[in-house]
């Protein structure tokens, strides 16, 4: 039981380790080759949502702190009109 468990682990880790070692291998291309010349640079695809995740993890906190503080304040000022109010 034991073994069967651990050959089928090693089996999946060792397809799963070729298909990224797989996926990272780039083309070579001969240096005396034209192929690429007229390649466009493109910039990898992960920079943008790293840039405004964060972003938007900061302006989601600033508006619920901004409105917590409203809200906060609301109800202090409920609690002191009550509280200041002259009884008749």
Not at 44 to 58: G, S
């Amino acid at each position: 039981m034991f073994n069967a468990l651990f050959v089928n682990v090693y089996v999946i880790n060792y397809f799963f380790y070729k298909s990224i070692v797989m996926a990272l291998e780039p083309e070579i291309i001969p240096s005396n080759s034209k192929d690429g010349e007229d390649a466009q640079t493109l910039s990898p695809k992960w920079k943008k949502p790293i840039f405004f995740v964060p972003l938007l993890f900061l302006f989601i906190y600033i508006l619920k702190t901004i409105f917590t503080s409203i809200l906060i304040f609301l109800g202090l000022y409920f609690i002191w009109n009550l509280a200041t109010k002259k009884i008749n």
